[in-house]
C-alpha cells in the first residue's frame, strides 16, 4: 500500500499489479443525494488497453471499507456505528473508464476511495470528481482542478471546452473539471 504518495484530482498514480493504493479523502456535496467520481486507467507504459478492472473500495468516515460491485449491484457502506449512510457501485463506460456512482442516504463526513490495480502489469490511474465532489489530497488539502468533462455519463478524458465553446472531442460546453 502506497501511503506516501498524495493523490489530487489531476496527477496519475501509479501501482504496481497488484498493488493498492492509499485511501483517498473526497468531500461529499452538500445539495446533492448523489456522489459521482470517474475512475480513469491509464494503462501500462502508455497503452490504454487495461485488461481487468481495477478493484474500488469506498469507506465512510471510519467504518469498514466495503468493496464495490458493477452495476447494478450496489453495496451498502456504513459508519462506524454500523448505520447505512450510502450504496455504492461502478460502470465501466469506456474500455479505461470506470463511473462510480455513491447514493447518500445520511451524512458522513470522511468517505474515502481506495484504487488497486487487479491487473498482471503496472497502471496508472486517476481519481475524477463530478458534480460538487471533491478530491482532497491525502494531508487533507483540496486536490487540484482536472481537465476532465463534468458531464455524467460523457466519458471524455481531454475536455476542452468553455461557456461559449464545446468540447471538440465530447461537444459539452462549460469550464474544464
Not at 21 to 45: I, Q
Not at 120 to 134: D, M, R, V, Y
Not at 147 to 159: D, E, K, M, N, R
Request: hydrophobic content about 30%; proline content about 9%.
Amino acid at each position: 500500500m502506497k501511503s506516501e504518495q498524495l493523490l489530487s484530482s489531476s496527477a496519475p498514480l501509479h501501482l504496481d499489479a497488484g498493488e493498492s493504493s492509499h485511501f483517498v479523502g473526497f468531500d461529499t456535496p452538500y445539495s446533492e443525494r448523489t456522489m459521482l467520481l470517474r475512475v480513469v486507467d491509464f494503462g501500462h507504459n502508455g497503452s490504454r488497453v487495461p485488461l481487468r478492472p481495477p478493484m474500488i473500495k469506498l469507506k465512510a468516515d471510519s467504518g469498514p471499507s466495503v468493496t464495490l460491485t458493477e452495476f447494478p449491484n450496489a453495496q451498502p457502506i456504513v459508519d462506524p456505528d454500523d448505520h447505512v449512510v450510502g450504496s455504492a457501485t461502478w460502470l465501466r463506460k469506456e474500455y479505461d473508464v470506470y463511473l462510480v456512482r455513491v447514493s447518500l442516504d445520511r451524512p458522513a463526513n470522511n468517505w474515502q476511495i481506495q484504487i488497486t490495480n487487479d491487473d498482471s502489469t503496472p497502471h496508472a490511474f486517476q481519481i475524477i470528481s463530478l458534480g460538487e465532489t471533491k478530491i482532497r489530497n491525502a494531508n487533507g488539502t483540496p486536490g487540484s482542478n482536472s481537465l476532465y468533462c463534468g458531464h455524467f455519463p460523457c466519458a471524455c478524458t481531454i475536455h476542452e471546452g468553455t461557456p461559449t465553446m464545446a468540447c471538440p472531442h465530447c461537444n459539452h460546453y462549460g469550464d474544464p473539471g
